[in-house]
């Protein structure tokens, strides 16, 4: 499987930003999908998932009720909404999956796979 993230940029705190995953060689709609961000000198961090069924959403604190994950199937496409900014938000951005189909540990960042290349985003304050 192969993900491809676009959308990154320079954007001023308080601004927004939408970056998309695109994936090809399976289908992602039996599969959970998640958004990872790392920082310079911190770990990877779980930001963002969604279940194989769009049932259910996680989402790390720090990020609550600014960002939104979704996915439209028929695209192969899994989004990260991204607003009101800060500068801690500062990271490149990887978008993931899992080896396991229907697998319910969307929440789990040790159970992701497969990785993108990354997008940087960059927030100035």
């Known amino acids: 499987v192969q993900l491809q993230a676009s959308g990154g940029g320079l954007v001023q705190g308080g601004g927004s930003l939408r970056l998309s995953c695109a994936a090809s060689?399976?289908?992602?709609?039996?599969?959970?999908m998640g958004w990872f961000r790392q920082a310079p000198g911190k770990e990877r961090e779980l930001a963002a998932a969604i279940s194989w069924s769009n049932m259910y959403t996680y989402y790390a604190d720090s990020v609550k009720g600014r960002f939104t994950i979704s996915r439209d199937n028929a695209e192969n496409t899994v989004y990260l909404q991204m607003n009101s900014l800060k500068p801690e938000d500062t990271a490149v951005y990887y978008c993931a999956t899992q080896k396991k189909i229907y697998s319910n540990q969307y929440y789990s960042r040790d159970a992701y796979d497969y990785w993108g290349q990354g997008t940087q985003v960059t927030v100035s304050s």
């Open positions: 060689g399976r289908t992602i709609s039996t599969y959970p």
